[in-house]
């Protein structure tokens, strides 16, 4: 057996992975498992990054109020 690695345009994946398991090819999604963390940088931009630290903080205060 061989292993393949290949990019499929989202618009195009389900009917590629369609195809792949007709012909009995095993699926694997392991592209994220494979990467290093510091591939990550960058990846969100740095708004996004304070407006999810924003909503992580104001979390973070509603867990330590006395209720």
Do not use: C, H
């Amino acid at each position: 057996m061989e292993t393949l690695t290949i990019n499929i345009p989202d618009d195009k994946s389900s009917i590629v992975k369609q195809i792949l398991k007709e012909l009995g090819v095993t699926i694997l999604n392991n592209e994220l498992t494979k990467r290093k963390p510091s591939e990550f940088a960058g990846i969100i931009s740095k708004e996004k990054a304070q407006e999810l630290l924003k909503d992580i903080d104001k979390d973070r205060k509603e867990w330590e109020r006395n209720i």
